[in-house]
């Protein structure tokens, strides 16, 4: 099976026409195993899917000291704080305070005096800056300034989501 390092030097388009054919491959096996051997499969895919979550939680991307932006520099704690306004500036159902918190206070903080972003928490940011409507030019700052600085670890991002789908998409 592939492994996550055998990523590291594809395109975003190598890399899902690769996993892609991994799949259609797997699925033929399987389709010819007997019922003791998918089991034994499916416990081996099961360990892989274990192993590569404590992989992803022990990961953390390295966010810059500064980002250019209208050709002014523009510091990561400027921006951590920007990221942390956009945050706290979200209308969310009751269920989601406590974990919308912790993101928030992360980048209030935290992201700043660390330098670096684990993968959780970056997935998260990810995910909700991505859904959020930017409305007046300070917003769109803010969320220009957050592109910046997240772009440098997207491509290492999108690798290891990309192994975790495909993982998933094997079990």
Not at 56 to 74: C, E, Q, R
Not at 92 to 112: E, R, V
Not at 123 to 134: A, C, E, F, M, V
Not at 149 to 157: F, H, I, N, Q, V
Request: glycine share 4%; net charge negative; hydrophobic share 35%.
């Amino acid at each position: 099976m592939i492994t996550r390092e055998d990523l590291n030097a594809l395109s975003p388009q190598e890399i899902q026409d690769k996993l892609d054919h991994e799949v259609e491959n797997y699925e033929k096996e399987v389709e010819q195993m007997s019922i003791v051997d998918a089991e034994e499969a499916e416990a081996n895919m099961i360990k892989t899917m274990e192993e590569y979550d404590q992989y992803l939680n022990g990961i953390s991307y390295a966010l810059p000291n500064t980002v250019k932006l209208a050709d002014k520099d523009i510091s990561r704690k400027t921006i951590c704080s920007r990221i942390s306004t956009l945050i706290a500036d979200m209308e969310i159902g009751w269920s989601y305070t406590a974990g919308m918190f912790q993101l928030f206070d992360f980048w209030a903080k935290d992201a700043d005096t660390k330098g670096r972003v684990e993968y959780k928490v970056f997935d998260s940011t990810i995910r909700i800056l991505q859904q959020l409507k930017y409305k007046g030019s300070q917003k769109w700052l803010s969320g220009t300034c957050a592109y910046q600085l997240l772009k440098g670890a997207s491509d290492e991002y999108t690798k290891d989501t990309s192994y975790l789908i495909f993982l998933a998409s094997m079990h």
